[in-house]
């Protein structure tokens, strides 16, 4: 696997066309969601790529920077559109993909926990990664989800 992580600005034309048409075969035609990908976060994001030995995009999720995707926790960062391709399903890359986006979280972003809207079928893969449902379920765009937190690793210091 051949992973970078890069801020929107510096993605080529290459890899925004790959991730956006992973998550769209994932979340919108895999999942029969309809629902604007393009969010308008995009732009605001760091973005975790693994490809594979053939330089498919097998992976992918987006990074921000606290306060950012949830306003309301500004000591929260946050990780979401967490893709794998159907392909690369039980290989162990879901695993990888959120242990790398979590490292670099936790590089850019020390001081921060970390906040998940996480489909609620998988609080387990997330609470093994040390996640915790901070929330009751909800409802987004037809799709049962719990908010989930991971404690900062590096506690910030009181002035």
């Given at each position: ?22 998550r769209q075969?994932?979340?919108v ?13 995009d ?13 498919e ?40 993909l959120?242990?790398r ?39 987004e ?16 210091t009181?002035?």
């Amino acid at each position: 696997m051949n992973w970078k992580c890069l801020s929107f600005e510096i993605l080529s034309l290459t890899d925004l066309y790959d991730l956006m048409r992973l998550r769209q075969e994932v979340f919108v035609v895999e999942q029969n969601c309809v629902y604007l990908d393009a969010d308008g976060y995009d732009q605001r994001a760091w973005h975790l790529l693994g490809r594979d030995g053939k330089g498919e995009l097998v992976a992918c999720l987006r990074l921000f920077a606290p306060g950012v995707k949830y306003p309301a926790f500004p000591n929260e960062a946050s990780i979401g559109r967490v893709c794998t391709a159907a392909s690369a399903r039980g290989t162990g890359l879901g695993q990888e993909l959120m242990r790398r986006g979590i490292a670099e979280t936790e590089r850019l972003w020390p001081e921060s926990g970390i906040r998940i809207s996480a489909q609620a079928y998988l609080l387990s893969f997330y609470g093994k990664l040390d996640f915790a449902a901070v929330s009751e379920p909800y409802d987004e765009d037809g799709i049962p989800h719990v908010e989930m937190v991971r404690p900062a690793k590096t506690p910030r210091t009181v002035q």
